[in-house]
């Protein structure tokens, strides 16, 4: 496998090790982005933009717009847009969460976000992260911080198969009683045991002044490169953060060009996209009209804008599974290193015509790699994602694509090493 592909798998696994949950995937873009001379927007505040800028925005620490002002009037070049998802299905720690069992044991209550993989996430050492609501010392206002729990390494243990012998044909999870994290066996600690003193301790404030938090279960273990030629990775996460890095990467490292370059990273993806900061939400309508207006242009130029503009929607595809070919289309069959992966529904579940699909290729062919397509076998119903939220609210053009991928929304998901550096190369040549 070349050097600079090997590079960039690992640059992904460490830009995920840094993003255990959805509000530090914001936080390390975050930390990228400064270090490339990015400046932040206020969401609140007005914003002042000069033509050639390089900017991003935030909106409740889970979804995050970065963009490249470009230099003709956006009513005519329009914005160049990647969109992906900051999401992953998850389990979330319920309020109230500290459950005992006799005197010594002591489990956390919790309840499932979006659609995981439940029995991938037994027996294996998971750690706790997300956000908490503090109210501020001097201001009194209720701030948020990204909290990674460093005292809890937990773990969901599986019932020995003596006391479940039908295990292996069929495994039913119970969510409610089945995936409760089982955090101690000590009996003090047990006794005395408070998440949110726990919390207060871990930021150094006072447990008074912590409010309430969104905390989920992660994989604690590392991604890994694997297989023969060193061509697969194996990670948590990838959908969709792989699709975040990458247009993350070709964004910082765009020219300035006539048209707006944005990469729109959305919360909520996971759960059908309809929050605040979700793609079923005003947000990027707003980002898109306040640049516009923020370049001294006006609405009709907005509305024009739109008009020029294209949407990739970047969120990953199902490659070939070697165990299961009856599971996937007879003609269309998207292998792993074989390239990103255009997908196409005919009932519009996902965004991608024929002439959407067709410039994507296009820019596979510029960018010299190679392009799949992807459509569900015909008794499978499939997925969506966020394209056709984003297009049904702005009427923008726009394809849906993917790097194939096996293990969806299991705890750690496999992606080709190649199909990553070879997405990178067609964003870039998409922001060119
Ligand atoms: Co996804």
Redesign the pocket.
Request: hydrophobic share 10%; net charge negative.
């Given at each position: 496998m070349k050097d600079i592909y090997l590079k960039e798998a690992g640059e992904l696994i460490s830009f995920i090790e840094k993003s255990p949950s959805r509000f530090h995937a914001v936080e390390a873009a975050h930390l990228v982005l400064n270090g490339a001379g990015f400046q932040e927007l206020d969401i609140k505040e007005k914003w002042k933009m000069k033509s050639g800028g390089k900017y991003y925005v935030t909106k409740n620490d889970s979804s995050m717009a970065v963009f490249i002002v470009g230099n003709k009037p956006v009513s005519n070049a329009g914005f160049k847009i990647i969109g992906s998802?900051t999401d992953s299905p998850a389990i979330r720690i319920k309020p109230n969460p500290e459950m005992t069992v006799g005197e010594t044991y002591l489990k956390l209550n919790t309840e499932v976000y979006g659609g995981p993989i439940l029995y991938s996430w037994f027996d294996r050492p998971l750690g706790l992260a997300g956000r908490v609501a503090i109210q501020d010392e001097e201001t009194g206002k209720i701030i948020s911080k990204p909290v990674k729990v460093d005292k809890v390494k937990t773990i969901i243990p599986s019932i020995a198969i003596h006391m479940n012998r039908e295990v292996n044909s069929g495994f039913t999870v119970d969510k409610q009683k089945d995936l409760l994290p089982f955090i101690t066996s000590i009996e003090e600690i047990t006794k005395k045991f408070d998440l949110k003193q726990m919390l207060s301790e871990q930021l150094n404030v006072e447990k008074e002044r912590v409010l309430d938090f969104e905390l989920y279960l992660y994989d604690m273990a590392q991604g890994q490169i694997i297989g023969l030629d060193n061509d697969m990775i194996s990670c948590s996460q990838m959908?969709?953060l792989a699709m975040v890095y990458a247009s993350l990467k070709a964004l910082i490292e765009a020219p300035v060009g006539e048209s707006t370059k944005i990469a729109m990273f959305f919360d909520n993806?996971?759960i059908g996209s309809k929050t605040m900061q979700g793609a079923d939400s005003p947000l990027l309508s707003s980002i898109l009209e306040r640049i516009t207006l923020g370049m001294g242009e006006d609405r009709e130029s907005y509305l024009r804008a739109l008009e020029n503009s294209f949407v990739i929607s970047s969120?990953?595809a199902h490659a070939l599974h070697p165990n299961a070919q009856e599971k996937h289309d007879p003609t269309n069959k998207p292998l792993i290193n074989g390239g990103p992966v255009i997908k196409i529904s005919t009932n519009f579940r996902y965004t991608s015509d024929s002439e959407s699909a067709a410039y994507f290729e296009s820019l596979c062919k510029l960018a010299n790699v190679p392009v799949q397509r992807f459509v569900n076998h015909s008794n499978e119903r499939g997925g969506s994602?966020i394209a056709p939220i984003t297009a049904g609210r702005l009427g923008i053009p726009s394809v849906d694509i993917g790097n194939p991928m096996l293990s969806m929304h299991s705890i750690k998901e496999l992606c080709g090493v190649m199909d990553h550096h070879y997405l990178i190369k067609v964003f870039q040549e998409f922001y060119k």
């Open positions: 998802h959908d969709d993806e996971e969120d990953m994602t």
